[in-house]
């Protein structure tokens, strides 16, 4: 056994790997990866994997691309980290007022911490603490949609509604009102997305009119609920939203830890429904995938709740030790270089049509695709045991896992979500590459599912 393939055998000996049953690493021992390059991981042998879905959804320009790799090794040799209570850097500051140019308007207010679900903590403990110090004391519960993510710290847990991730603990969670999330593809109404009423928003206004006296904030992923199967809703739903939480002083949190910078065709997901929410919780594409960091922003309305003499009690005591980290900070100045200057967002577009009308083209006819529904790069094909009925494969028969080793015995990461097949491209993916991806994930569907 080389020295290369004997770190296999120490990764099983010493490392538990996250969101995995380890005892499956038995049958499918981890690949070690050696170097990465554009829409490419290479691993110790030689053998290359399309990485179609960004390794968990971060890697928004490709790895190790050149202007954010140059962007940190410079900032390494200057300041690589300072405690971020009472000090600062150049890095930090530039880019908030760079974030400005893009984000919904009246966002202003930036608080660092260095991952989502540290986001997503920061926005819960900020707004249960403004509306105590506004006068509203009795606003102490959240509500969100059932089936969402939004992180696997326990206030992140809470605000989710997905029991793979959350039921064992839900003696330890917050008590939180979860509203019926849309589900476009099985809708109960026998409607589509793209055509009609949201009439299931009704589910929200019930909810609203029973608890929002007591509601403090409501959390959701705009247009998109990723871990659920990436399931989209129309852009209304979240207008609709807006103006119920403004109607009865619910604070609105947006999650767009998933769908920010350029992955649903816009900036951010909520520009698509023109929607400026209280907070907005940021990571993954934040620095491209290169460094952990993560931002909570909010408004000076719900700042200036907690700006007073120190001695009033009213601090925001919340804190990370790499909060506003150098190197962060310099990798997610060069996103945005890349981002800005190279129109990739816009080039994008081109390339999410083309990839979605190849899937539509290349799998849209076999007999267990359910849908290929998109947003943006985003595309998730939900398979089916009966399409006419929508029904569910056995859980048990791992369906989507099958299709997802196959996949990689071929060339290509398709960690699915349950039985729903998912691409996330970088957003600099070729055309090429998109149609090997397309090509391959066909091959592995076929020798699971044959026509």
Not at 100 to 109: D, R, W
Not at 395 to 421: C, E, F, H, M, N
Request: aromatic letters at 10%; hydrophobic letters at 40%; one cysteine or more.
């Amino acid at each position: 056994m080389n020295s290369k393939e004997s770190l296999i055998a120490k990764d099983l000996q010493y490392i538990w790997h996250p969101c995995s049953q380890m005892k499956d690493y038995e049958e499918l021992p981890p690949i070690m990866i050696d170097h990465a390059k554009g829409s490419y991981l290479y691993d110790i042998h030689g053998k290359r994997y399309i990485d179609i879905i960004s390794s968990w959804w971060c890697n928004l320009l490709g790895h190790c691309n050149p202007h954010i790799s140059d962007a940190i090794k410079k900032q390494l040799d200057k300041l690589e980290h300072v405690i971020f209570a009472n000090f600062t850097h150049e890095g930090a500051v530039l880019l908030c007022e760079r974030l400005m140019k893009h984000l919904p308007h009246g966002l202003t207010k930036f608080n660092f911490s260095d991952n989502g679900s540290a986001s997503i903590e920061c926005a819960l403990k900020m707004s249960f603490q403004y509306q105590y110090q506004t006068g509203h004391p009795e606003k102490k519960h959240f509500m969100t949609l059932s089936d969402g993510y939004h992180g696997e710290t326990v206030g992140a847990l809470s605000v989710g509604g997905l029991d793979l991730y959350a039921e064992i603990y839900k003696p330890m969670l917050m008590d939180v009102i979860h509203v019926e999330a849309p589900n476009c593809y099985r809708c109960p109404y026998k409607k589509h997305r793209d055509s009609c009423s949201i009439e299931c928003f009704e589910k929200v206004k019930k909810a609203f009119a029973l608890y929002a006296e007591e509601t403090c904030a409501f959390i959701c992923e705009p247009l998109l609920q990723g871990s659920a199967g990436m399931r989209m809703y129309p852009p209304q739903y979240l207008r609709a939203l807006r103006d119920l939480c403004t109607e009865y002083d619910v604070i609105m949190i947006a999650d767009e830890i998933a769908t920010g910078f350029g992955r649903t065709g816009t900036f951010f997901a909520c520009n698509q429904a023109s929607v400026a929410p209280d907070i907005m919780c940021l990571s993954k594409g934040l620095t491209g995938g290169y460094m952990p960091m993560a931002l909570t922003i909010t408004t000076p309305k719900i700042y200036d709740a907690f700006y007073a003499d120190y001695l009033e009690g009213k601090a925001f005591m919340h804190s990370h030790t790499y909060s506003g980290n150098p190197l962060g900070c310099a990798a997610a100045l060069a996103v945005l270089d890349v981002l800005e200057n190279e129109s990739i967002i816009e080039k994008a577009k081109e390339k999410a049509a083309y990839l979605h009308a190849l899937l539509v083209d290349t799998l849209g006819t076999h007999p267990h695709v359910g849908e290929i529904r998109h947003l943006g790069m985003i595309n998730a094909i939900e398979l089916v045991a009966d399409v006419q009925e929508k029904t569910p494969f056995d859980s048990k028969k791992r369906t989507g896992y099958q299709i997802y080793k196959k996949a990689l015995s071929k060339g290509l990461l398709l960690r699915p979500l349950g039985d729903v097949l998912y691409f996330n491209p970088p957003l600099t993916i070729s055309l090429e590459e998109i149609q090997e991806a397309v090509s391959i994930c066909k091959e592995a569907l076929l020798e699971i599912l044959p026509e």
